[in-house]
């Protein structure tokens, strides 16, 4: 049997269905294909994660929070064995005092001539110099108590109460899950589709779950070996079940027929 189109004879009927079988399932596949080339992995971050480390030398008295325990600003974590410390800032001030009231007596006494200009200016460097000295001693006892620098949660603890720890020991590590962030790596030849504002769709392994993501941030620079560029999106769905270090599928539409 053969096709016909306005009385001309064109193919058999078995090959025309043929042909259109094969066109059909070669559509497909590149659909299909299209439609796997827009997926890739990501991983949940925390927009501020850092390690909180001790400044000075000194013994650890209390440790208010525990692993996974939420804190405020400037709320304090740990606080640290200060006596010395205080007991220096208190000497300082008490030499501040006497070298106010020498320089006082020498003014006095400079009115009536009885001592040089000399020792009047070097008495006031005496305060100047005291003054400096309250003002130095005043830094350890300030570091004394290690406060929160934003809400957020203990990630992990490094010390236990009564430990000493030198200057530039790790203390803790914290990060502030307020805002979760997704990481992605996509392939150069998305950069037509995906820009900033970009919006596309997570899926969440360990929820199980798909969440509205935003891309907010975009690398400087693609990666001359993989071929790919470094991405940040922020989650759009609130989710108090999602945690930094969580990882899923993230799905964007593009096209990539060539224009």
């Given at each position: 049997m053969f096709l016909m189109i306005n009385r001309v004879f064109i193919i058999p009927v078995k090959a025309f269905y043929s042909i259109f079988v094969i066109v059909f399932l070669l559509s497909s596949w590149v659909e299909a294909q299209e439609r796997s080339s827009s997926i890739t992995r990501g991983l949940l971050v925390a927009r501020t994660e850092t390690t909180l480390s001790s400044q000075q030398s000194a013994r650890i008295e209390r440790i208010s929070v525990k692993d996974g325990d939420r804190f405020k600003r400037n709320q304090t974590l740990i606080e640290f064995d200060c006596r010395l410390y205080q007991a220096q800032l208190n000497k300082a001030k008490a030499q501040l005092q006497a070298a106010k009231k020498t320089f006082a007596a020498n003014l006095q006494l400079q009115g009536f001539q009885a001592i040089s200009q000399l020792e009047v200016?070097?008495?006031?460097?005496?305060?100047?110099?005291?003054?400096?000295?309250?003002?130095?001693?005043?830094?350890?006892?300030?570091?004394?108590?290690?406060?929160?620098?934003?809400?957020?949660?203990?990630?992990?603890?490094?010390?236990?109460?009564?430990?000493?720890?030198?200057?530039?020991?790790?203390?803790?590590?914290?990060?502030?899950?307020?805002?979760?962030?997704?990481?992605?790596?996509?392939?150069?030849?998305?950069?037509?589709?995906?820009?900033?504002?970009?919006?596309?769709?997570?899926?969440?392994?360990?929820?199980?779950?798909?969440?509205?993501?935003?891309?907010?941030?975009?690398?400087?620079?693609?990666?001359?070996?993989?071929?790919?560029?470094?991405?940040i999106a922020a989650i759009v769905d609130k989710d108090k079940h999602l945690l930094a270090g969580m990882s899923g599928v993230a799905r964007f539409k593009i096209s990539l027929k060539k224009r």
């Open positions: 200016a070097v008495s006031e460097a005496e305060v100047a110099k005291a003054e400096a000295d309250v003002e130095l001693s005043k830094v350890p006892v300030s570091l004394c108590k290690v406060k929160a620098p934003f809400n957020g949660r203990v990630v992990k603890l490094h010390v236990a109460p009564y430990a000493t720890v030198p200057p530039g020991e790790p203390l803790m590590d914290i990060l502030d899950d307020s805002q979760l962030e997704i990481r992605l790596h996509i392939p150069s030849t998305w950069l037509l589709s995906v820009r900033i504002g970009t919006q596309f769709k997570v899926g969440i392994d360990e929820t199980g779950r798909t969440y509205r993501a935003k891309v907010t941030r975009m690398g400087a620079k693609v990666d001359p070996v993989s071929q790919t560029l470094s991405i």
